[in-house]
């Protein structure tokens, strides 16, 4: 779906006026479905010798759980089946335009639903881990003075962690819209019976927009995630 004309999410199922469902809700609501459903059928009948499903789903909960023991400790290895439904999801959610479709995360709405999720589960460990009085507490640290600095940081980080996946992806899609735009009337002023230009010179772009970025966007996502629950949950003494 490349067009200049259609950059916002689209709404495509009315239920009144003030209650709809847009592309990026259903879309979301498809890849998380999708991954579901893989990850059911990946176990169904688990081998001793993987293949198929069950051995692609072996290798993600590997890469996973290996990602999750370098970046946060072995000691924060529970924290794996959260980081890899979020990369999953976040990576089909950032690849839907390779088949024609919009990004639910070029939605803004997404992806600061995203980051939500995500501050609520950094102070919910931060105060499991450090207890109330230790939480309040480090926001305080290693001057009181820093209070407002360190609560301006809690919030400004899932902000910042969604507008950079959100611009990164609607930048993809805005460019291949002015892409596709541009040939199709290149191919329309060279009187071409059928749409040349378009079919094949925006796929090395295609490939990077639609399968390179989206891996990257999720990745980093994902990585930035376990900065800071890993940063949340250090004790004093790990300090």
């Given at each position: ?13 009315w239920f009144s006026d003030k209650f709809y469902i847009t592309e990026t809700v259903f879309w979301a609501i498809i890849v998380a479905i999708a ?162 230009f378009e079919a094949v010179i925006p796929l090395p772009l295609n490939a990077f927009f639609d399968i390179f970025e989206p891996i990257l966007q ?22």
């Amino acid at each position: 779906m490349h067009d200049m004309n259609n950059l916002g999410p689209r709404i495509i199922i009315w239920f009144s006026d003030k209650f709809y469902i847009t592309e990026t809700v259903f879309w979301a609501i498809i890849v998380a479905i999708a991954v579901i459903i893989f990850a059911l059928v990946s176990v169904r009948r688990m081998e001793r010798d993987p293949k198929g499903a069950q051995g692609f789903a072996e290798l993600i909960v590997e890469f996973t759980y290996k990602m999750v023991k370098d970046s946060m400790g072995k000691n924060s290895v529970a924290f794996a089946p959260f980081i890899g439904s979020l990369f999953l999801f976040l990576m089909f959610a950032n690849a839907l335009g390779l088949i024609g479709f919009r990004p639910v995360t070029a939605d803004i709405n997404a992806t600061s639903a995203l980051a939500v999720l995500v501050f609520f589960v950094i102070q919910y460990n931060s105060i499991r881990s450090r207890g109330v009085g230790g939480y309040l507490r480090h926001f305080c640290e290693p001057y009181p003075f820093m209070l407002p600095i360190k609560v301006m940081e809690e919030f400004t980080f899932p902000l910042s962690l969604s507008f950079r996946i959100f611009g990164n992806i609607l930048a993809g899609v805005i460019i291949m819209a002015l892409v596709f735009m541009g040939l199709g009337h290149l191919s329309e002023a060279l009187h071409l019976p059928i749409p040349l230009f378009e079919a094949v010179i925006p796929l090395p772009l295609n490939a990077f927009f639609d399968i390179f970025e989206p891996i990257l966007q999720a990745f980093v996502f994902s990585m930035l995630t376990m900065s800071f629950v890993a940063k949340a949950i250090a004790t004093h003494a790990e300090h």
